[in-house]
């Protein structure tokens, strides 16, 4: 099992860019969530997706977005980079049933310029 | 609005020694609680799970509490090592869509 995976694992962007970060389930785990980690900050909500579908969103505008396939896998897009954008952005998946235990990829540290 | 707090921020110890991470949050209602480790740089690897019926979990050298009522879990490390030198980071969930919420971590320096 290759538990979660995400990628890529660094990117550097341009202020007023777009960027989309993948991240695919541990297998048999069927919810997707992602969290921003700002340096020595504990990571932060952003949304989940279960049954390709955000069902639970945290306090970030609009500019961030994703999506989840019929696979499980999940995408998250973020319009418009700002500098405050740059951060570790983790993965997590779970199975909807049972005790909802998180798993986490090695996130992707985005880099805003 | 749920809140968690870490206590303390950064620890160090000599190797060998059995510590406590500390951890409280605001909101009794939870319906999970877990505790991570995290690498500098890296993701989160989940250490131990307590459901919100459950007192305590064990795993090897870690035993982690839960006491509801108070809002607060321990993890406690016997005979640490340098290995276990990381960022302990703990979180809840309040609903059964396993949102979480985080504290800030305790860094934990664990010198040979």
């Known amino acids: 099992d290759a538990g979660v995976t995400q990628s890529p694992t660094h990117l550097i962007k341009t202020r007023g860019q777009q960027v989309t970060l993948r991240c695919s389930p541990k297998s048999g785990h069927d919810t997707v969530s992602w969290y921003q980690q700002a340096l020595g900050q504990g990571p932060q909500f952003i949304f989940q997706y279960y049954e390709e579908e955000e069902r639970q969103r945290g306090n970030f505008p609009d500019r961030f977005s994703g999506h989840q396939f019929p696979n499980y896998s999940s995408e998250l897009n973020v319009n418009a980079l700002l500098l405050g954008d740059s951060a570790l952005y983790l993965c997590?998946?779970?199975?909807?049933?049972?005790?909802?235990?998180?798993?986490f990829g090695q996130g992707t540290r985005l880099t805003v310029v | 609005k749920q809140e968690v707090t870490q206590i303390p921020a950064a620890l160090s110890v000599p190797e060998g020694e059995n510590l406590v991470l500390n951890c409280s949050f605001t909101?009794?209602?939870?319906?999970?609680l877990q505790w991570f480790r995290q690498d500098p740089g890296k993701g989160l690897t989940s250490l131990l799970l307590i459901q919100s019926s459950q007192r305590e979990q064990t795993s090897g050298r870690l035993n982690a509490s839960l006491d509801k009522s108070s809002g607060r879990s321990t993890l406690y490390i016997a005979a640490s090592q340098p290995g276990d030198s990381a960022t302990y980071l703990c979180a809840v969930s309040s609903s059964n869509t396993g949102k979480l919420i985080f504290g800030q971590g305790t860094t934990l320096q664990v010198k040979p």
């Open positions: 909101d009794s209602a939870i319906y999970n």
């Open positions: 997590a998946s779970s199975y909807n049933r049972a005790n909802r235990e998180a798993f």
